[in-house]
């Protein structure tokens, strides 16, 4: 956002690749009343065009990104004007493989993507062998400059689990406010 000169994120689309998103009304499903900038996204699991969230963890991510500001619901996304494209590569349970999650951030640099959020990690056992389409997907998308994240992790391994492990990933992490690891 800080390269167009513009606050809260506007003009950036950020990719949120997890289990979907709320980010419309269709059906049984309700868009995430906070969330209101939105990209043409897919769903790789179904196979269809409504990456639509059945867990939550997604919508939960989207919100962090971009919920609105004063509008007295939830807290204030970080890019609070950031257009959220749905890529949904993680089923219902929140699992999902590295060919499927590939396949979702090609989409994403297609699509224009500024930005690629990776809320998901694979076990501390998977080496770089393990996932060669991923850090192939991920060398794409850095040579065409989308700036990719992934979390450094919620089981406090020894080492940076992947994606947030490969080059060219920008890991993520919690500290509690005097800066110490947080649970």
């Known amino acids: 956002a800080s390269r ?61 990104i971009a919920e609105a500001t004063n509008n007295g619901i939830g807290a204030a996304g970080i890019a609070y004007r950031a257009r959220i494209m749905p890529v949904r590569t993680l089923d219902a349970r ?3 493989d590295a060919v499927t999650i590939s396949r979702g951030i090609r989409f994403a640099v297609r699509h224009h993507a500024d930005v690629i959020n990776l809320s998901l990690e694979f076990g501390p056992y ?42 060219g990933v920008t890991a993520v992490a919690a500290t509690t406010e005097n800066g110490c690891h947080a649970e």
């Open 4 to 64: 167009r000169k513009a606050p809260g994120g506007r003009g950036a689309v950020v990719a949120v690749l997890d289990t979907g998103v709320a980010y419309r009304t269709l059906g049984p499903h309700r868009r995430a009343p906070d969330l209101r900038f939105f990209a043409r996204g897919y769903d790789f699991v179904d196979g269809d065009r409504y990456p639509l969230d059945l867990n939550g963890h997604g919508t939960h991510i989207a919100g962090t």
């Open 126 to 167: 998977i080496r770089a062998s393990d996932v060669p389409d991923l850090l192939a997907a991920i060398r794409y998308a850095r040579r065409r400059r989308v700036f990719v994240t992934g979390v450094a992790g919620n089981e406090a391994a020894s080492e940076l689990p992947y994606p947030a492990r490969a080059g």
């Open 94 to 96: 929140g699992a999902g």
